[in-house]
Structure formats: structure tokens, C-alpha cells
């Protein structure tokens, strides 16, 4: 199924856009929509309340030379080069980030189109540049017989979008015209004959494009996930990850992030982990945790002081009559946890801690790692052992 937004999803999904575009992470965002239902002024007012530059170009109205600029020979190299046409050039003089609107994208020509590719998705024209917080919005009419449109069905072009079909409500269309001094006069006609009025803005279902996941968008979802904060994502998650990858797959991408959120170096410290995951079917969570526990060693140590003080300032710490609360318990609750985990989770956690610490830091951690088998530790590690190391147990199991 296809994304449909309203005028506050809409505003949601560009103030999403913008955030991870701060970032540096181009989200170029695709509104598809039929005529007159306010895709442009909509982007406009947004750019507007931000404090950004609103550059709209209508790709319908654009040669290459004129997105391009015009070549030259520069005097010193004797190289080819191409003047910034006047649109990008005063975009750029503004100090404000801006939002560049490529309207009308599928009445451009084709040519224009293959142009515009590496603009949507890195912000290049050519050898000119944007900045790395300019955001790129495109706007485009349905593919159908009430449109005469260039086909969009290059999936290179389209797979760089993430698509959303703007359907904003009577109900904010009344908001819009009150809050532009439309006359009652008109509003009061269209709430009495809406059908005959504005009539349907829905795009019917077999002229709807279906956005697909592929690695590209899967990665930016991926990173999308880490830039913005858990609200924004409950907030507007579903239909922006949706917009890029479709709603089958963007629905379980957002399942799988809730239950990550739950899930932490303090989960594992506090003991609460072990009703919450399977040990034997969930090994992409334990693999996300191992390195997680990785980084966390690597930054901050694995002194039980540090881990109590962890807990405590995540809040993970009950208050139990008569029991003193130490590292102690932390420590307990990660060997426990290293107990349970697959072997081969086990293996690598092992070459993620031998990646990071080196062989003597190892050692030192292991000692605290005690649930690891510790044939384990030196088969998998390629740690040299010293024979003199060998106890009476290893002797014993030498012999069987």
C-alpha cells in the first residue's frame, strides 16, 4: 500500500526530513498529489515557519543548460567549466539552509530527469553543489489519463524518493482559508456541496506508485533510526519509513525498532533481560547487544563501580529492604547473560572484544567474563596459550 498524508503528516514528514538532513542524511521526499490540492503552497509554508529558503524550480519549464548553467573556458586552465545559473546562485548567497522544490517533476523531459538524478540523491548539479543541510522536495500529478506527464517508471529515479500521496482534509482546507482571509462566502459553499466543489482528491489505487525496499533506503532507514529521537519516530515513524520502503515492510521495521528501544547494556546489568528475550531465536538482538557491550567496555570499562553507576543513572536500580546495592549483582547478571547466549554469539563477542582490546586488555576482561568457556577464549581468539597456564582440571580433560 501506498502512504497517504494529510496537511499535519505532511508538515510532520518534512520537519523529519529536515532533522536528519541537519545530520546530513538526504531524505528526498516525493509529494504525489492531484492538481490544485496545495502540494506547493503547502511546502512553501513550511519552509516559511522553519526559517528556511523555499527555491521552487518547475522542471516542466527547465532545459539541462538552464538547471546546469551556461560552459566557458576559464582563462588560466584553459578547462570547460559551467556558469551557476542565477536559481542556485542566489539560493546559495542566502545565508538560510534551503528546501529546493522541483515541481512538476514528471512533465520534465527525459533528459532533464537524468540530469536531476544526482541532485536528489547527493545534492550535485553537475560541478555545482548544494549544502549539506539543503533539503530537496519534489511534487508530481498521477500517472493517469486525466495527466499528460512523463512516465516515471525508471526505477533508479524513483527508488531515491521516499513517496507520499497528499490528501489534506476539508476540514484544514476550511483552517487554510481562514487563516488567508478567504471570504465565509466560499467556504460556506463548499461545506454544503463539497462533492461537486473540490470534489475527490483521492488517487485511485492502480495509479498509485508502491515504493519497494532495496538496500539503499533499508541503510538510510537504518540511520534515520539513530538521528531522530524516539518521539519523532512514534510520531511520524510508520509513514516515513513506509514512504521509502512501502507500509508491509516499513510496519516491521518499525515493530522491530520499539523492541530494540526496551532493550540495553542496563537490561542485561539489572537482570531484567531474561524474561524478555529468547535466547534461542532472537540472535539479532543478542547480536545488537553484543555490540553494544562492546563499545561500552571499550569507552567506559568494565569496572563493576562504573556498571553499578550505569544502572543507577539509567534508573534501573530497586530498592530492596537490607540489601546494599553494589557492581556486584551487575557483574552476576552479565556472566549470567554470557551463559545463555548461543555459542555462536559467543564466538563473536570474542572477536569483537579481541578486535577492540588487544590480547593483554582480553585477558583482563575475561577475568570478569567468567561464563565463557575458556577453550573457547583461546581456539576462537587465536590467543597463544602459555603451557604453563594449564591447570589440574585442563590435565584431567587432557586425559578423558
Known sequence: MSVTANRQDLTNLLDAVVKVGNEGLRVPLLIHGKHAVGKTESVGQFA????????????????VSDLLGLPYKDTETGATCFAKPDWLANALLDP????????????????????MLPFVLSGTLHTH????????????????????????????????FAHVYFEPTQAEWTTYCVQTKVHPAVMEVVATNPTTTIGNISVDTCDRYEAKPDRRNLWKIGKIMNILEKPDVDKIGFKLFSAMVGTGIGGLLLTQYNSFQTLGIPNILNGTIFPIIDFE?????INVLNETLVEYFYTEGLEPDKLFMLLKENGHLKKRAGKKKTGDEAIKNLQKYISKIPADSKWSLLRSLHYRFGDDRLKELI?????IDENLIYDVVAIKRDPAENTPEDEDDNES
Open 48 to 63: 516559511e515557519s522553519i526559517g528556511y529558503n523555499f527555491v521552487p524550480l518547475y522542471l516542466s519549464m527547465q532545459d
Open 96 to 115: 538560510r539552509p534551503c528546501i529546493f522544490f522541483l515541481d512538476e517533476i514528471n512533465r520534465a523531459q527525459i533528459y532533464v530527469l537524468q540530469c
Open 129 to 160: 553543489k548544494i549544502r549539506e543541510n539543503d533539503i530537496v522536495v519534489a511534487a508530481m500529478n498521477p500517472e493517469s489519463e486525466d495527466y499528460t506527464v512523463t512516465s516515471m517508471a525508471d526505477a533508479a529515479l524513483m527508488s531515491r
Open 281 to 285: 531465536s532472537d540472535l539479532d538482538k
Open 367 to 371: 577475568t570478569l567474563l567468567d561464563k
